[in-house]
């Protein structure tokens, strides 16, 4: 069974940084892409940031600059440095893993809680 655990959510004044963290556990092959999304309050998910197993991060335009995507293969983490936060960043955030295991298939984490307080 394999679970996407994240973790690092939180409240924080506008200007502040925080760091995300989410860890794959269970019987793993390989993880390829692995990235962040984010859903606000009557709003639809969107893609924050992604990551790919070897190659070039992507970003959305919104937080180009200010957050930043990496892993540790060896941890089977992904992780999301955000600074700079802005209020219009609250939303819960959610890890997504492209992971093979006893087959392919994308996982997600539960999502944890961004509060930016302006």
């Known amino acids: 069974q ?3 655990v994240e ?3 939180g409240l924080v004044q ?11 556990s ?8 692995m990235g962040w999304y984010r859903q606000a309050p009557g709003k639809q998910r ?10 070039s991060t ?14 540790d293969n060896a941890k089977n983490t992904v992780y999301l440095q955000m600074n700079s936060l802005k209020p219009e960043d609250t939303a819960v955030y959610y890890c997504n ?3 093979s295991a006893w087959g392919r298939k994308a996982y997600w984490g539960q999502g944890t809680q961004v509060t930016v307080s302006s």
């Open 26 to 33: 269970g019987t793993i092959f390989s993880i390829n892409a």
């Open 58 to 71: 992507n970003y959305a335009d919104s937080v180009k600059g200010r957050f930043t995507i990496s892993r």
């Open 46 to 55: 969107e893609l924050v940031a992604t990551i790919p197993s070897t190659g």
């Open 7 to 9: 973790s690092g959510g």
């Open 97 to 99: 893993a492209d992971i």
């Open 14 to 24: 506008a200007g502040g940084s925080l760091r995300l963290s989410c860890a794959a």
């Open 2 to 4: 394999v679970q996407l």
